[in-house]
């Protein structure tokens, strides 16, 4: 009888255990910053939905958009499911490159634009390729390679709009 109650009561706090207690550190860190990554595009392409006048920049802008939207209901789901935290601000990156860049116009704007979504591409690509190929949780691989894949077009894109000087 009283082993029957110790794994009633064993069963009863295993089953109670958070799904988040089996999230690494390392995948927890990458929703996270993937967080962030997302809100600075999102920014940053929604501004350039208003301001491009360049119909390739308008075209990147709506792909970034729609790609951080997509990628934003993933990661929100992922980090109520395991226990994450979330930020709800974009990277102070982010945040300085959409100062810097508002107040242009016209072809600077779309000049800008691009840059800001290159260098940004560039910055967090691998990071996304380390958790593509080494991260613990298979969904969270499988998001990052269709972000790899997606960030590797828009910089392609970006750069034909504003090649490095």
Known sequence: ???????????????????????????????????QD????????????????????KALADQVASNAAQASIFI???AKKNGVT???QPSIHASNQYSNISSEKGPAFDK?????????????????????????????REFAKKQVAAMQQYAKTAQKLAPPQ
């Open 76 to 78: 929100k789901a992922y």
């Open 112 to 140: 800008g634009f691009a840059q800001a979504i290159y260098v940004d591409t560039n910055m967090s690509l691998d990071t996304y390729k380390d958790e593509a190929t080494s991260g613990n949780d298979p969904a969270l």
């Open 86 to 88: 979330l930020e709800s």
């Open 1 to 35: 009888m009283r082993l029957a109650v110790i794994s009633t009561l064993a069963f009863a706090l295993a089953a109670s255990i958070p799904a988040w207690a089996t999230v690494s550190s390392d995948d927890a860190s990458f929703v996270q910053s993937a967080q």
């Open 38 to 57: 997302v809100l600075g595009n999102y920014a940053l392409a929604s501004l350039a939905r208003g301001k491009a006048q360049d119909p390739s920049a």
